[in-house]
């Protein structure tokens, strides 16, 4: 009996060492090619929502992932000028075709390429106001014109003394 339950521990043991290394091993041989599936995202330092941003990717860009930690993955850019860490939430390994067809001529930008690819257009918001006229839509108007510089949310991080919180493997 002790013998089954010591083979067992020995095997969880090990499959968690695995599942550790499996996190925070470089991904190499075949690297994964993914597309960003946001408006844009920000490239990262390091792997947190708080570390600096280095530089941004748009929508239907593809990057290759080349690490990956946890929900976080460093990828470089197609031309590799550029490397940096982006939340797993910001890629789908779908593949992003942008290409002009009848019903989508070329001058159409990002953003609406990345709304319709969500289901989501101005002939859409148009139709929900109408069935909703009740709903205020002023703050969310608001609130997407509204841009707030890295460098005042950097020193508003650092004036507040806000880190990213240690995880247990760090402790």
């Known amino acids: 009996m002790k013998c089954a339950i010591r083979e067992r521990v020995r095997l969880g043991l090990f499959l968690a060492a695995i599942g550790l290394l499996a996190a925070v091993v470089p991904v190499r041989a075949g690297d994964p090619v993914m597309s960003v599936h946001i408006r844009r995202a920000d490239l990262r330092q390091s792997p947190s929502f708080l570390a600096r941003v280095t530089a941004s990717v748009e929508y239907g860009e593809t990057v290759t ?10 990828v470089t850019t197609d031309s590799e000028q550029t490397a940096g860490w982006l939340h797993q939430s910001a890629l789908t390994r779908s593949r992003i075709e ?13 953003d ?3 709304l319709a690819g969500k ?5 859409v918001e ?3 106001k109408t069935r909703h006229q009740d709903v205020s839509f002023e703050w969310v108007d ?3 014109k509204m841009t707030v510089p890295v460098a005042d949310v950097s020193r508003f991080l650092e004036e507040g003394q806000v880190a990213p919180a240690a995880k247990e493997a760090d402790r």
């Not at 942008?98 to 990002?110: D, K």
């Open 119 to 123: 289901g989501f257009s101005p002939e």
């Open 142 to 144: 608001r609130m997407e």
């Open 98 to 110: 942008l290409r002009a067809t009848e019903s989508a001529p070329a001058s159409v930008t990002t």
């Open 65 to 74: 992932v080349r690490e990956r930690r946890d929900e976080w993955m460093r």
């Open 126 to 128: 148009a139709e929900f």
């Open 112 to 114: 609406e390429v990345a």
